[in-house]
């Protein structure tokens, strides 16, 4: 399935190649979930402090739990804008 | 120590100033900054005064920690009874002013009646003196913040000043500081060009003495080490600014765009954080050029910022080309997600001459906004806007209208009257996003539901400052709450309100309370200050400076139907994002708000409230 990753601030190195303005649409397979959609590119777990999908917020201990459908939009930021982790 | 006990009146229309010993007694129940001059001005000026009339007094205000070697030391405010609201208004500024003001030996500057011609005043250490300002008159904050410096021959004088706008009576002219730092909100620059006073002008050289210095360089150290240690005062507001909220806001679906017709901003990340670090096709260079601290700020977010060269507004401009202060969130929204252009430069332009002509951004962009709305309906045409096409998206007229409303001129003046006048005129006040005739900042309170309650009970009208829950509800600082719920938001927005006005009454910038709460400020100013300053004390005295203000507003005709928001976010969905279909829950927010604060259903503060906080 088909999600769209969308990494900011210090986050944007980690985008896969052909990402436009900080996001891309990314492959994954089914049941996945944030922790395996970041580690997949190498984001440094810690570094995700504010994780959103679909513009609503995961709370960290869901991060490696929730698992992402097609279409959904995951994103993420370092610590620059708050978040809990 | 740490307050001057000083405060210096000026009387303009005698012309005379004259020194006074600082109410102590007061400064114990309102600490400083906001909270203590607030208290002079609701027992000196008639809540019923004209703003512009020369009986409305303005008051540039320091904390008793500006000047310190606390972290963010460096602020001062503006009160008066606001140009553009009629509410009070209390305006914070960075920069370095307010450390040259208290270093000069003054807590605070009281302002009355209107000088018979312009004037500035002259401040160094002792040696006041109220200058003819002929020469300055009709010139913008740069070329005279230059212009004072260099007939004083001092490039070590700090200026507060007015530009042309403030002259001209725009509704939300600015009082301008060090080239980019404003008292922005409320019109605090019109009252002041009301006054004939151009600008204010200080060298200080006294130093600031604190009560016990050796626990006070502890405990200042120890908020150094929390604010270094945190990982958004310490890493992200130096790296990436303010402006890295552009697109956690727009993802959250709180992003208001096109006049709060929408939610979410599909050019949010051509004017983000981002997009201002992307090195530019023309020349390789980012917008961006480097960050920024005010006076004794450790956390260093202001950011710095070029215009491409070949760029419509600045092509054959060369004064425009060197690097000046902006953009900052709220600044880049109202300029850009308000009005639908997403054209960095152009927004950085527009910036440029809100600090130049002493415009507030936030004020200017929102009505801009309105206006294009007005415009798109069909409401006012080119023959109202002088031949302006005033489509959202149009970068070109975004820019033509700074400089316009800068200057008090064309359509640039009814720009002026800010959203709630210009709409009313129009017949559509509906299209005012405005509280208390205040602009919305940059969050929707469709999708973050507790600012809809900051804004709706903001005591100088709509603001983030008053009250920041995004903290909480997008960003989790303190702890995370749901933005989409209106429950809780009531206590929540008390607990912002309250601890913020003590933050503001300290002399310290509301930033340092992403790492800081006031269990890391009452430290500083016990050590720093006489008297017993705990993190009860503090909350104490916030809450006494909210009631306080709130009472002014009551006096001066603001009841609690004025505690409400425009139609548009409580009768109208979301369109998109998380908060598709919701609206703002104020109607059930607010009762429960009157409740935590202690007022009676009508939103007046009780004779039980008032006398547990001795008002």
């Known amino acids: ?85 | 120590m740490a307050w001057a006990r000083n405060l210096l009146r000026v009387d303009l229309s005698k012309g005379t100033s004259t020194n006074e010993p600082l109410n102590m007694e007061w400064a114990q129940k309102y600490l400083g900054q906001r909270g203590l001059a607030t208290k002079y001005f609701v027992e000196e000026v008639d809540p019923k005064v004209d703003p512009l009339s020369p009986k409305n007094k303005l008051i540039m205000t320091t904390g008793p920690l500006t000047g310190t070697s606390a972290s963010t030391a460096g602020r001062y405010s503006v009160v008066t009874k606001g140009a553009l609201t009629g509410a009070i208004a209390c305006s914070n500024s960075g920069g370095f002013f307010g450390n040259e003001l208290k270093n000069a030996g003054y807590d605070m500057i009281i302002f009355e009646g209107k000088a018979e011609k312009p004037v500035y005043l002259m401040v160094e250490n002792d040696s006041v003196q109220i200058l003819d300002a002929a020469e300055f008159w009709g010139a913008s904050v740069w070329d005279t913040e230059e212009g004072i410096k260099t007939k004083h021959g001092d490039p070590l004088i700090r200026v507060a000043s007015i530009g042309v706008s403030g002259e001209q009576g725009v509704k939300f002219a600015c009082i301008v500081n060090d080239m980019d730092r404003a008292a922005g909100r409320s019109g605090v620059g019109t009252v002041m060009g009301s006054k004939n006073l151009k600008a204010v002008a200080v060298r200080g050289t006294l130093g600031v003495a604190v009560d016990d210095s050796k626990s006070f360089m502890a405990a200042a150290a120890a908020g150094k080490e929390v604010l270094a240690g945190n990982a958004v005062t310490g890493e992200g507001l130096p790296a990436f600014g303010t402006q890295v909220l552009m697109n956690v806001i727009n993802e959250t679906g709180a992003l208001p765009t096109h006049n709060h017709r929408d939610v979410q901003f599909e050019g949010a990340n051509n004017i983000s954080a981002e997009a201002m670090a992307e090195p530019r096709e023309s020349d390789g260079k980012p917008n961006l050029v480097t960050n920024q601290a005010c006076f004794g700020c450790t956390i260093a977010c202001g950011r710095v910022s070029t215009i491409d060269r070949n760029h419509f507004s600045v092509k054959d401009r060369p004064e425009y080309h060197k690097a000046s202060g902006g953009l900052e969130y709220e600044a880049a929204w109202a300029l850009g997600a308000a009005t639908g252009v997403d054209d960095l430069d152009a927004l950085t332009f527009a910036n440029f001459i809100c600090n130049e002509q002493g415009i507030d951004p936030i004020s200017f962009g929102a009505t801009v906004g309105a206006a294009m709305e007005m415009y798109e309906d069909g409401v006012i045409s080119t023959k109202d806007t002088g031949g302006i096409e005033l489509n959202f998206g149009n970068a070109e007229a975004l820019c033509s209208l700074a400089e316009l409303t800068g200057k008090g001129e064309g359509f640039g003046a009814e720009i002026g009257l800010g959203s709630k006048l210009l709409c009313e005129k129009h017949g559509k006040p509906e299209l005012s996003m405005s509280v208390k005739g205040q602009e919305f900042p940059a969050y929707d309170s469709r999708g973050i539901q507790g600012m809809g309650l900051t804004y709706a009970t903001s005591n100088r009208g709509a603001c983030h400052l008053r009250s920041y829950t995004v903290a909480s509800e997008v960003l989790g600082i303190p702890e995370k709450t749901d933005p989409l719920e209106t429950d809780g938001k009531a206590g929540l927005v008390k607990a912002f309100q309250d601890a913020t006005a003590a933050f503001d009454s300290a002399g310290l910038c509301i930033f340092t309370s992403f790492a800081w709460t006031l269990d890391d400020v009452a430290p500083q100013l016990d050590a720093a200050c006489e008297g017993e300053w705990s993190t009860d004390k503090l909350l104490e005295v916030g809450e006494r400076i909210w009631n306080l203000e709130r009472q002014f507003n009551m006096a001066a005709g603001f009841t609690g139907k004025d505690d409400n928001l425009p139609a548009r976010l409580v009768k109208d969905a979301a369109k998109t994002g998380p908060a598709e279909g919701k609206t703002n829950g104020l109607g059930k927010m607010l009762p429960e708000y009157y409740e935590v604060r202690g007022w009676t259903g009508d939103g007046v503060p009780s004779n039980e409230t008032l006398d547990r906080l001795s008002l």
């Not at chain 1, 190195?13 to 996945?32: R, S």
């Not at chain 1, 395996?36 to 679909?54: G, K, R």
């Not at chain 1, 490696?64 to 993420?76: I, K, Q, S, Y």
Request: hydrophobic fraction near 45%.
């Open chain 1, 1 to 85: 399935m088909i999600i769209r990753i969308k990494l900011y601030a210090a986050l944007g190195k980690y985008l896969p190649d052909g990402a436009v303005k900080n996001e891309a649409d990314m492959e994954v397979a089914i049941g996945t979930t944030p922790e395996v959609a970041f580690t997949s590119l190498n984001v440094p777990l810690e570094q995700c402090h504010l994780v959103l999908i679909n513009g609503l917020f995961v709370p960290p201990p869901e991060r490696a739990t929730r698992t992402l459908a097609n279409g959904d939009h995951l994103a993420a930021w370092p610590p620059v804008a708050g978040g809990v982790r």
